[in-house]
Protein backbone atom coordinates (compact mmCIF):
# COMPACT_ATOMS: atom_id res chain seq x y z
CA UNK A 1 0.00 0.00 0.00
CA UNK A 2 0.94 3.55 -0.54
CA UNK A 3 1.13 5.62 2.46
CA UNK A 4 1.01 9.58 2.22
CA UNK A 5 3.22 11.06 4.73
CA UNK A 6 2.59 14.38 5.91
CA UNK A 7 5.19 16.72 7.40
CA UNK A 8 4.55 19.35 9.63
CA UNK A 9 7.16 20.19 11.70
CA UNK A 10 9.15 22.74 10.10
CA UNK A 11 9.43 26.21 12.16
CA UNK A 12 9.48 28.25 9.26
CA UNK A 13 11.72 30.72 10.93
CA UNK A 14 12.63 31.99 7.54
CA UNK A 15 9.02 33.82 7.24
CA UNK A 16 9.98 35.54 10.69
CA UNK A 17 9.00 37.76 11.99
CA UNK A 18 5.52 37.00 10.60
CA UNK A 19 5.48 32.92 10.84
CA UNK A 20 6.40 32.23 14.83
CA UNK A 21 6.58 28.70 16.03
CA UNK A 22 2.93 29.58 16.66
CA UNK A 23 1.56 30.82 13.29
CA UNK A 24 2.61 28.27 10.76
CA UNK A 25 1.22 29.18 7.16
CA UNK A 26 0.26 25.54 6.61
CA UNK A 27 -2.35 25.62 9.01
CA UNK A 28 -3.89 28.66 7.86
CA UNK A 29 -6.79 29.17 5.06
CA UNK A 30 -4.97 31.40 2.34
CA UNK A 31 -7.51 31.17 -0.45
CA UNK A 32 -11.01 30.20 0.47
CA UNK A 33 -11.64 27.94 3.15
CA UNK A 34 -9.08 25.15 2.72
CA UNK A 35 -5.72 25.28 4.28
CA UNK A 36 -2.52 23.99 3.00
CA UNK A 37 -2.04 21.19 5.22
CA UNK A 38 -5.87 20.17 4.26
CA UNK A 39 -4.93 20.28 0.66
CA UNK A 40 -1.89 17.98 1.22
CA UNK A 41 -3.98 15.47 3.16
CA UNK A 42 -6.50 15.62 0.38
CA UNK A 43 -4.06 15.30 -2.37
CA UNK A 44 -4.03 11.62 -2.66
CA UNK A 45 -7.05 10.63 -0.52
CA UNK A 46 -9.67 8.36 -2.06
CA UNK A 47 -7.17 7.06 -4.48
CA UNK A 48 -7.27 3.22 -4.99
CA UNK A 49 -4.47 1.66 -2.87
CA UNK A 50 -3.65 4.61 -0.92
CA UNK A 51 -3.84 4.16 2.42
CA UNK A 52 -4.65 7.11 5.41
CA UNK A 53 -1.92 9.57 5.59
CA UNK A 54 0.72 9.62 8.90
CA UNK A 55 1.30 12.66 9.62
CA UNK A 56 4.71 13.85 11.31
CA UNK A 57 4.34 16.72 13.45
CA UNK A 58 5.02 18.61 16.96
CA UNK A 59 3.02 18.60 20.08
CA UNK A 60 2.00 21.94 19.51
CA UNK A 61 0.25 21.24 16.23
CA UNK A 62 -1.36 17.72 17.19
CA UNK A 63 -4.97 19.35 18.00
CA UNK A 64 -4.48 21.68 15.23
CA UNK A 65 -3.56 18.51 12.83
CA UNK A 66 -6.19 16.71 13.80
CA UNK A 67 -9.25 18.70 14.04
CA UNK A 68 -8.14 20.13 10.48
CA UNK A 69 -8.07 16.97 9.22
CA UNK A 70 -11.36 15.96 10.93
CA UNK A 71 -13.14 19.03 9.30
CA UNK A 72 -11.94 17.78 6.10
CA UNK A 73 -13.09 14.62 6.39
CA UNK A 74 -10.25 12.37 6.80
CA UNK A 75 -8.95 9.62 9.11
CA UNK A 76 -5.07 9.78 9.71
CA UNK A 77 -3.21 6.20 9.77
CA UNK A 78 -1.55 7.77 12.57
CA UNK A 79 0.48 10.99 14.14
CA UNK A 80 3.54 10.87 15.03
CA UNK A 81 4.87 13.85 17.93
CA UNK A 82 8.38 14.40 17.56
CA UNK A 83 9.42 15.57 20.76
CA UNK A 84 11.63 18.21 19.28
CA UNK A 85 12.40 19.35 15.81
CA UNK A 86 15.10 17.43 14.38
CA UNK A 87 14.47 18.66 10.62
CA UNK A 88 13.13 15.94 7.93
CA UNK A 89 15.69 13.40 8.08
CA UNK A 90 14.76 11.74 11.69
CA UNK A 91 11.39 12.85 10.71
CA UNK A 92 10.96 10.27 7.34
CA UNK A 93 13.07 7.85 8.35
CA UNK A 94 10.53 7.63 12.46
CA UNK A 95 7.44 7.36 9.29
CA UNK A 96 9.35 4.49 7.69
CA UNK A 97 10.36 2.39 10.53
CA UNK A 98 6.79 3.14 11.79
CA UNK A 99 5.06 1.89 8.72
CA UNK A 100 7.67 -1.17 8.42
CA UNK A 101 7.19 -2.74 11.24
CA UNK A 102 3.55 -3.21 10.29
CA UNK A 103 3.99 -3.62 6.48
CA UNK A 104 6.99 -4.50 5.41
CA UNK A 105 5.99 -3.90 1.74
CA UNK A 106 4.96 -0.14 2.64
CA UNK A 107 5.61 2.57 -0.02
CA UNK A 108 5.54 5.97 1.09
CA UNK A 109 4.83 9.15 -0.83
CA UNK A 110 6.30 11.96 1.96
CA UNK A 111 5.07 15.45 1.46
CA UNK A 112 5.46 19.00 2.76
CA UNK A 113 2.37 20.26 3.68
CA UNK A 114 3.13 23.70 3.01
CA UNK A 115 2.71 23.89 -0.25
CA UNK A 116 0.79 25.10 -3.12
CA UNK A 117 -0.28 22.12 -5.81
CA UNK A 118 -4.16 23.10 -7.67
CA UNK A 119 -4.23 20.68 -10.12
CA UNK A 120 -4.52 17.58 -8.09
CA UNK A 121 -5.13 15.07 -11.25
CA UNK A 122 -1.95 16.68 -12.62
CA UNK A 123 -0.14 15.28 -9.37
CA UNK A 124 -1.75 11.53 -9.20
CA UNK A 125 -0.65 11.17 -12.79
CA UNK A 126 3.13 11.95 -11.40
CA UNK A 127 2.93 9.70 -8.83
CA UNK A 128 1.53 6.96 -10.96
CA UNK A 129 4.80 7.44 -13.38
CA UNK A 130 6.58 6.91 -10.46
CA UNK A 131 4.92 3.91 -8.76
CA UNK A 132 7.03 1.28 -10.76
CA UNK A 133 10.13 2.91 -9.71
CA UNK A 134 9.04 3.19 -6.27
CA UNK A 135 8.41 -0.58 -6.11
CA UNK A 136 11.31 -1.76 -8.14
CA UNK A 137 13.37 -0.21 -4.85
CA UNK A 138 13.95 3.11 -6.62
CA UNK A 139 14.17 6.29 -4.58
CA UNK A 140 11.65 8.77 -7.00
CA UNK A 141 11.39 12.70 -6.98
CA UNK A 142 9.59 15.07 -8.61
CA UNK A 143 11.03 17.68 -10.66
CA UNK A 144 9.86 21.39 -11.70
CA UNK A 145 11.34 23.31 -14.54
CA UNK A 146 13.43 26.21 -13.04
CA UNK A 147 12.93 29.87 -14.30
CA UNK A 148 15.18 31.47 -12.09
CA UNK A 149 18.59 30.61 -10.23
CA UNK A 150 16.91 30.08 -6.89
CA UNK A 151 19.23 28.99 -4.30
CA UNK A 152 16.72 27.80 -1.44
CA UNK A 153 15.61 24.44 -3.55
CA UNK A 154 17.67 21.81 -4.68
CA UNK A 155 18.18 20.79 -8.04
CA UNK A 156 18.54 17.33 -9.81
CA UNK A 157 20.35 16.69 -12.61
CA UNK A 158 19.20 15.04 -15.42
CA UNK A 159 21.00 12.67 -18.27
CA UNK A 160 18.92 13.87 -21.04
CA UNK A 161 16.98 16.85 -20.91
CA UNK A 162 13.69 16.37 -18.99
CA UNK A 163 10.58 14.42 -20.59
CA UNK A 164 6.90 15.05 -19.17
CA UNK A 165 5.57 12.82 -16.72
CA UNK A 166 8.42 9.91 -17.71
CA UNK A 167 10.83 8.77 -14.89
CA UNK A 168 14.22 9.58 -15.55
CA UNK A 169 17.24 8.42 -13.73
CA UNK A 170 18.94 10.90 -11.98
CA UNK A 171 22.84 11.97 -12.12
CA UNK A 172 23.11 14.42 -9.46
CA UNK A 173 21.05 16.17 -6.40
CA UNK A 174 21.99 19.39 -5.55
CA UNK A 175 21.14 20.81 -2.12
CA UNK A 176 20.24 24.45 -1.88
CA UNK A 177 23.65 25.37 -4.14
CA UNK A 178 25.22 28.96 -3.66
CA UNK A 179 24.18 31.40 -6.81
CA UNK A 180 26.90 30.87 -9.36
CA UNK A 181 26.37 27.55 -9.26
CA UNK A 182 22.97 27.94 -9.37
CA UNK A 183 23.16 30.23 -12.67
CA UNK A 184 25.26 27.39 -13.89
CA UNK A 185 22.89 24.98 -13.64
CA UNK A 186 19.57 27.08 -14.49
CA UNK A 187 22.55 27.95 -18.16
CA UNK A 188 23.03 24.23 -18.62
CA UNK A 189 18.95 23.03 -19.56
CA UNK A 190 19.37 19.75 -17.82
CA UNK A 191 18.37 20.41 -14.60
CA UNK A 192 15.09 20.51 -12.59
CA UNK A 193 14.07 21.61 -9.24
CA UNK A 194 13.33 19.41 -6.31
CA UNK A 195 9.66 19.76 -5.98
CA UNK A 196 10.57 18.11 -1.96
CA UNK A 197 8.10 15.23 -2.50
CA UNK A 198 9.43 11.65 -2.72
CA UNK A 199 8.36 8.77 -3.20
CA UNK A 200 10.06 5.12 -2.35
CA UNK A 201 9.20 1.96 -0.37
CA UNK A 202 9.84 2.25 3.52
CA UNK A 203 12.52 -0.60 2.92
CA UNK A 204 14.15 1.49 0.24
CA UNK A 205 14.52 4.42 2.33
CA UNK A 206 15.77 2.81 5.68
CA UNK A 207 18.28 1.03 3.24
CA UNK A 208 19.56 4.78 2.56
CA UNK A 209 19.86 5.86 5.73
CA UNK A 210 22.03 2.50 6.52
CA UNK A 211 24.16 3.45 3.76
CA UNK A 212 24.53 7.35 4.38
CA UNK A 213 23.58 8.51 7.21
CA UNK A 214 24.21 5.57 9.81
CA UNK A 215 24.49 7.75 12.92
CA UNK A 216 20.98 8.52 12.40
CA UNK A 217 19.00 5.06 12.65
CA UNK A 218 19.66 3.85 16.16
CA UNK A 219 18.55 6.87 17.81
CA UNK A 220 15.66 7.14 15.55
CA UNK A 221 14.53 3.38 15.95
CA UNK A 222 15.03 3.32 19.74
CA UNK A 223 12.52 6.30 19.75
CA UNK A 224 9.90 4.29 17.62
CA UNK A 225 10.24 1.49 19.22
CA UNK A 226 9.77 3.03 22.54
CA UNK A 227 6.96 4.94 21.66
CA UNK A 228 3.84 5.83 23.44
CA UNK A 229 0.39 6.30 22.43
CA UNK A 230 -1.40 9.08 24.10
CA UNK A 231 -4.82 9.85 23.24
CA UNK A 232 -4.69 8.31 19.51
CA UNK A 233 -1.18 10.30 18.96
CA UNK A 234 2.22 8.45 19.09
CA UNK A 235 4.58 10.32 21.06
CA UNK A 236 8.56 9.33 20.02
CA UNK A 237 10.10 9.04 23.12
CA UNK A 238 12.41 11.70 24.07
CA UNK A 239 15.42 10.41 25.18
CA UNK A 240 16.58 8.11 21.79
CA UNK A 241 15.09 11.02 19.60
CA UNK A 242 17.56 14.03 21.51
CA UNK A 243 20.76 12.05 20.40
CA UNK A 244 19.26 12.24 16.42
CA UNK A 245 21.05 14.88 14.34
CA UNK A 246 19.25 17.88 13.25
CA UNK A 247 19.52 17.49 9.44
CA UNK A 248 17.10 17.08 6.27
CA UNK A 249 16.78 14.67 4.24
CA UNK A 250 18.13 15.98 1.20
CA UNK A 251 21.30 16.86 3.12
CA UNK A 252 21.09 13.54 4.73
CA UNK A 253 20.16 10.44 2.15
CA UNK A 254 19.16 12.27 -1.33
CA UNK A 255 22.54 14.41 -1.96
CA UNK A 256 24.32 11.09 -1.64
CA UNK A 257 22.07 7.67 -3.11
CA UNK A 258 22.58 7.02 -5.88
CA UNK A 259 19.17 4.62 -6.97
CA UNK A 260 17.04 8.28 -7.39
CA UNK A 261 14.43 8.94 -10.49
CA UNK A 262 13.05 11.85 -11.33
CA UNK A 263 9.30 12.40 -12.74
CA UNK A 264 9.21 15.87 -13.77
CA UNK A 265 5.99 17.79 -13.02
CA UNK A 266 4.48 20.51 -15.22
CA UNK A 267 1.68 21.42 -12.96
CA UNK A 268 1.26 24.33 -10.95
CA UNK A 269 3.72 24.17 -7.84
CA UNK A 270 4.76 26.77 -5.03
CA UNK A 271 6.84 27.26 -1.89
CA UNK A 272 6.06 30.24 -0.51
CA UNK A 273 9.33 29.63 1.85
CA UNK A 274 10.61 32.54 2.21
CA UNK A 275 10.59 36.61 1.52
CA UNK A 276 11.62 36.64 -1.64
CA UNK A 277 8.79 33.80 -2.42
CA UNK A 278 6.05 36.30 -0.83
CA UNK A 279 7.41 39.25 -2.72
CA UNK A 280 7.16 37.09 -6.70
CA UNK A 281 4.09 35.75 -5.71
CA UNK A 282 2.38 39.12 -4.85
CA UNK A 283 4.54 41.74 -6.43
CA UNK A 284 2.91 44.62 -9.00
CA UNK A 285 4.98 45.91 -11.21
CA UNK A 286 7.93 45.30 -9.03
CA UNK A 287 6.54 46.21 -5.63
CA UNK A 288 4.36 44.36 -3.06
CA UNK A 289 3.01 46.25 0.15
CA UNK A 290 0.89 44.79 2.80
CA UNK A 291 -0.81 46.69 5.35
CA UNK A 292 -0.61 50.80 6.57
CA UNK A 293 2.08 50.83 4.19
CA UNK A 294 3.19 54.05 1.99
CA UNK A 295 6.03 53.76 -0.37
CA UNK A 296 7.33 56.21 -3.13
CA UNK A 297 10.28 55.68 -6.22
CA UNK A 298 10.33 52.03 -4.81
CA UNK A 299 11.20 48.88 -7.02
CA UNK A 300 11.97 45.19 -6.74
CA UNK A 301 10.59 45.45 -3.24
CA UNK A 302 8.10 43.33 -0.44
CA UNK A 303 6.64 46.22 2.22
CA UNK A 304 4.45 44.29 4.44
CA UNK A 305 3.48 45.81 8.07
CA UNK A 306 1.56 44.19 10.17
CA UNK A 307 -0.17 46.41 12.37
CA UNK A 308 -2.27 49.24 11.54
CA UNK A 309 -0.50 50.45 15.13
CA UNK A 310 2.91 51.05 12.57
CA UNK A 311 2.80 52.87 9.45
CA UNK A 312 5.57 51.76 7.18
CA UNK A 313 6.88 54.44 4.80
CA UNK A 314 9.63 53.54 1.81
CA UNK A 315 11.64 55.75 0.08
CA UNK A 316 14.03 54.99 -3.20
CA UNK A 317 14.19 51.50 -1.90
CA UNK A 318 15.05 48.97 -4.50
CA UNK A 319 14.84 45.09 -3.80
CA UNK A 320 14.63 45.53 -0.03
CA UNK A 321 12.53 43.51 2.19
CA UNK A 322 10.95 45.36 5.18
CA UNK A 323 8.56 43.12 7.15
CA UNK A 324 7.30 45.20 10.58
CA UNK A 325 5.37 43.58 13.68
CA UNK A 326 4.57 44.70 17.18
CA UNK A 327 7.78 43.50 18.62
CA UNK A 328 10.12 42.89 15.54
CA UNK A 329 11.01 44.21 12.55
CA UNK A 330 12.99 42.49 9.61
CA UNK A 331 14.80 44.92 7.03
CA UNK A 332 16.83 42.58 4.32
CA UNK A 333 17.91 42.83 0.76
CA UNK A 334 15.43 40.69 -1.45
CA UNK A 335 18.55 38.38 -2.56
CA UNK A 336 19.49 37.34 1.02
CA UNK A 337 15.84 35.94 2.31
CA UNK A 338 16.89 32.40 3.18
CA UNK A 339 18.85 33.81 5.53
CA UNK A 340 16.76 35.05 7.74
CA UNK A 341 16.88 31.21 9.24
CA UNK A 342 20.15 31.68 10.44
CA UNK A 343 19.90 35.00 11.69
CA UNK A 344 16.61 33.97 13.27
CA UNK A 345 18.62 30.55 15.22
CA UNK A 346 21.88 33.27 16.24
CA UNK A 347 19.06 35.60 17.95
CA UNK A 348 17.70 32.65 19.28
CA UNK A 349 21.27 31.77 20.75
CA UNK A 350 21.78 34.40 22.26
CA UNK A 351 18.67 34.41 24.54
N1 LIG B 1 7.73 16.79 11.05
C1 LIG B 1 8.67 17.65 10.70
N2 LIG B 1 9.73 17.81 11.53
N3 LIG B 1 8.55 18.32 9.55
C2 LIG B 1 9.51 19.19 9.23
C3 LIG B 1 10.65 19.43 10.03
C4 LIG B 1 10.75 18.69 11.27
O1 LIG B 1 11.69 18.82 12.05
N4 LIG B 1 11.42 20.35 9.42
C5 LIG B 1 10.79 20.68 8.29
N5 LIG B 1 9.62 20.01 8.17
C6 LIG B 1 8.64 20.09 7.11
C7 LIG B 1 8.31 21.52 6.77
O2 LIG B 1 7.19 21.97 7.51
C8 LIG B 1 8.00 21.42 5.29
O3 LIG B 1 6.65 21.03 5.09
C9 LIG B 1 8.90 20.28 4.80
O4 LIG B 1 9.21 19.53 5.95
C10 LIG B 1 10.19 20.74 4.10
O5 LIG B 1 10.97 21.49 5.00
P1 LIG B 1 11.55 22.92 4.61
O6 LIG B 1 12.35 23.43 5.76
O7 LIG B 1 10.45 23.80 4.07
O8 LIG B 1 12.55 22.52 3.43
P2 LIG B 1 13.12 23.48 2.30
O9 LIG B 1 12.00 24.22 1.65
O10 LIG B 1 14.22 24.29 2.88
O11 LIG B 1 13.78 22.46 1.26
C11 LIG B 1 13.11 21.31 0.80
O12 LIG B 1 12.03 21.65 -0.05
C12 LIG B 1 12.41 22.32 -1.29
C13 LIG B 1 11.16 22.60 -2.09
O13 LIG B 1 10.27 23.35 -1.37
C14 LIG B 1 14.15 20.45 0.07
O14 LIG B 1 13.60 19.18 -0.19
C15 LIG B 1 14.60 21.12 -1.25
O15 LIG B 1 15.46 20.23 -1.97
C16 LIG B 1 13.37 21.43 -2.08
O16 LIG B 1 13.78 22.08 -3.31
MG1 LIG C 1 9.99 24.59 2.16
Excluded at 21 to 34: C, H, R
Excluded at 179 to 193: H, S, T
Excluded at 244 to 254: P, T
Amino acid sequence: ELHPILLCGGSGTRLWPLSRKSFPKQFVPLTGETTLFQAAAARMAGTPGVAAPVVVTNSDFRFIVTEQLAHAGIDPGAVLIEPSPRNTAPAILAAALQLLASDPGALMLVMPTDHEIPDREAFRAAVAAGMPQAQAGRIVTFGIRPDRPETGYGWLELSALPESGRAQPLVRFVEKPCAERAAAMLAEGRYLWNAGIFLMSAAALKAAFEAHAPELLAPVAEAVREARADLGFLRLAAGPWEKARDISVDFAVMERADNLDVVPFDGAWSDLGDWNAVWRAAEVQGLATHGAVTTMDCSGSLIWSETEAMHVMGIGLSDTVVVAMPDAVLVADRSRTQEVKEAVAALKQRG
